[in-house]
C-alpha cells in the first residue's frame, strides 16, 4: 500500500502566521490547521532631541519560537514524519547578521516611518525611472531597497559590522536549518533584482554603496535548501525532514494555487490586508505604460506576476480596530457585512490608495478627511463608512484590470479571488459587479495551498502547476459569483474616475 506524503507549509503574515500540513494519499490532497498564532507589530517611542520617535519592530524571536510550537503540535495529531517543510512570508523586511550568525539590532516593520523620505535620497543617486527600468518594480516606501540604502545613509556603522543580510523568510530557514539564501519570488520585489537575469543587479548596488557580498545567494521556488538541525527535530519529535525553498513571497504562493482554466485571460487577485490585482505573463512587461501606471513585474513559477499593489481590507481591518477599542466589543465580519448592505449605495468615494490611508491615527476620520478633501458629501454613520470603503475598492479593481487589458492587448474573462478575502461575499459580488465578469471565489487559504503544492512539485508527488490547479478545484470549494447591477456600477465607475 502506497504511504501518504505529509508536507508542512508556515504561511506568516503581517497580522498571524499559521501551520497547515498537506496530505497527499490514495490520489487526493487535503489540508489540515496545526496551529494558528498571532503576529503583532512592536511599537516603541524613543526619545530623541526632546521628542518621542515613533518606532516599530517585527518580533523575530517570538515568531520563531511560535514555529517551534507549531512544529510540536503536530504530534497532538499523531505526526512524527514530514516529507518536507517551507515557509512564505510578506515580501519585505529583514535582518543584518554578524560572522558569528547573530542578529544585529531589531528587524523594522515595512510601516516604520523611517523610511518616509528616504526615497527622496535615493532618487537623486538613481532616477525612479531609472530603477524601474532596472529591476522591473516600481518604488514603494517599504522595498527592501529602500531599507538597505536607509542603512547605507543612517546607520553605516550598523551596515559596517553586517556580515550577512537575510530577508524576512530566509531569517527562520536560517534559524531552522542553517542555510542562507533568498528565494527568487522575494527577491524580485525588492527593487535590487534584474529581471532578465534573474540575480542582483550589480548597478543598483554600486551606485547605493550597498555591499553585495552581504546579500544571500538566490535560489528558484522549489530548491531543496537543507534539512531540519538535528537537535531541533530531536526537541519537537520530529524526523530530521527535508527543507525546501517553496516561493517564499506569501502572494507568488497564493498565485500559484489559483484555479485559472486560460491564462492569459484570467484576472487574479489575492485578496488580504493588500489587495494584489493582475495576471501570469511570460516575460517581464518594461515600458513608459507599465511604469506610469504603477505596475510590477514579480518572479513568480515558471512565469511573471504582472500586478499592481492596491491597498485591501486594511481599511476595514482598521476601522474594526479602532471600534473595538471605543465599544469595547470586536464587530465580526457578518456584522460588517450586513451593517454595510444597509448603507446608501455610492454615497461617495475614496481612493484606497491614498497616503491617508497607509497608516491613520484613526481610519474613520482619515475617510471624512478624504472626502471632504475631494468635495464630496461626508459619511456620518459607521454603515455608510463600510460601504464606501467596500465599493471604492471593487471599482479600484476594475479600474486596474482595464489598465491590465489595455497592456497586455488581453481581453480578461474571469476574476480569480484567493486567500482570505475569498471569505467576503460583499467584496467578491461587487468585485463581479463592477468588472462585468464572472468571479471564481477560493480557495481561502490559497497562499498555505500553493506553498504545499509547489514543494509537491519537487517531491515528485505532482509534474506541474497544471496539475496543482486541477487538484484545487478537485480538492476545495470554490464560490461562483454572476454580475448583477452592471448599468448601475458603469455609471458609478465614471464617476469615480471624475473623483480620482
Not at 27 to 41: A, D, L, M, V
Not at 136 to 151: A, C, I, R, T
Not at 472 to 481: M, R, V, W
Amino acid at each position: 500500500m502506497e504511504k501518504s506524503k505529509i508536507i508542512g507549509a508556515f504561511d506568516i503574515g503581517a497580522s498571524g502566521g499559521k501551520f497547515i500540513i498537506g496530505i497527499f494519499a490514495k490520489g487526493k490532497f487535503s489540508t489540515k490547521e496545526i496551529y494558528r498564532f498571532i503576529n503583532k507589530p512592536i511599537n516603541l517611542y524613543l526619545k530623541q532631541k526632546n521628542k518621542n520617535i515613533h518606532k516599530i519592530y517585527w518580533n523575530v524571536l517570538s515568531i520563531y519560537d511560535e514555529l517551534i510550537t507549531g512544529l510540536k503540535k503536530l504530534k497532538d495529531f499523531g505526526i512524527e514524519h514530514l516529507d518536507s517543510l517551507g515557509i512564505d512570508t510578506w515580501g519585505t523586511d529583514g535582518g543584518c547578521f554578524n560572522k558569528y550568525g547573530e542578529i544585529i539590532g531589531r528587524v523594522h516593520n515595512y510601516r516604520d516611518h523611517r523610511l518616509d523620505k528616504i526615497r527622496d535620497e535615493l532618487f537623486k543617486i538613481i532616477p525612479e525611472r531609472k530603477l524601474f527600468e532596472l529591476t522591473g518594480v516600481p518604488s514603494y516606501p517599504f522595498n527592501e531597497v529602500n531599507q538597505l540604502f536607509w542603512l547605507v545613509k543612517k546607520r553605516h556603522s550598523l551596515l559596517k559590522a553586517t556580515n550577512f543580510f537575510l530577508p524576512i523568510t530566509s531569517i527562520f530557514y536560517y534559524y531552522l536549518g542553517g542555510t542562507l539564501i533568498c528565494e527568487y519570488t522575494w527577491a524580485s520585489t525588492t527593487q535590487l533584482l534584474d529581471p532578465l537575469k534573474k540575480n542582483w543587479c550589480k548597478k543598483v548596488f554600486a551606485k547605493l554603496k550597498i555591499p553585495l557580498s552581504i546579500m544571500p545567494k538566490i535560489v528558484m521556488p522549489g530548491t531543496k535548501i537543507g534539512f531540519l538541525h538535528q537537535e531541533i527535530a530531536r526537541e519537537v519529535g520530529l524526523n530530521q525532514c527535508s527543507i525546501i525553498a517553496t516561493a517564499a513571497h506569501d502572494t507568488a504562493c497564493a498565485y500559484a494555487a489559483a484555479p485559472i482554466e486560460k491564462e492569459k485571460n484570467s484576472l487574479i487577485i489575492s485578496s488580504g490586508t493588500w489587495s494584489l490585482v493582475g495576471k501570469l505573463i511570460p516575460s517581464p512587461l518594461i515600458n513608459e505604460k507599465v511604469h506610469q501606471n504603477h505596475f510590477t513585474n514579480e518572479g513568480g513559477i515558471e512565469n511573471i506576476r504582472f500586478l499592481k499593489n492596491l491597498m485591501g481590507t486594511w481599511i476595514i481591518q482598521e476601522l474594526r480596530r479602532k471600534w473595538k477599542e471605543k465599544d469595547k466589543r470586536e464587530l465580526t465580519w457578518d456584522e460588517i457585512v450586513k451593517m454595510a448592505k444597509k448603507a446608501e449605495r455610492f454615497f461617495a468615494f475614496i481612493d484606497p490608495d491614498d497616503a491617508l490611508f497607509y497608516n491613520p491615527e484613526d481610519m474613520q476620520t482619515a475617510i471624512k478627511e478624504f472626502c471632504k478633501k475631494s468635495n464630496q458629501k461626508i459619511p456620518q454613520n459607521r454603515e455608510t463608512i463600510l460601504r464606501i470603503a467596500y465599493e471604492s475598492l471593487a471599482l479600484k479593481y476594475q479600474l486596474t484590470n482595464a489598465m491590465i487589458e489595455e497592456i497586455t492587448g488581453k481581453k480578461n474573462e474571469c476574476v480569480y479571488i484567493i486567500g482570505g478575502g475569498a471569505k467576503n461575499s460583499l467584496l467578491n459580488q461587487f468585485t463581479a459587479n463592477s468588472t462585468g465578469l464572472p468571479v471564481v471565489a477560493g480557495p481561502i487559504e490559497a497562499t498555505a495551498i500553493g506553498n504545499i503544492l509547489i514543494q509537491a512539485k519537487t517531491l515528485g508527488i505532482i509534474k506541474s502547476m497544471n496539475e496543482a490547479r486541477k487538484l484545487i478545484k478537485d480538492s476545495f470549494p470554490l464560490i461562483h459569483y454572476k454580475p448583477k447591477d452592471t448599468l448601475l456600477w458603469r455609471k458609478a465607475i465614471k464617476e469615480f474616475k471624475k473623483m480620482l
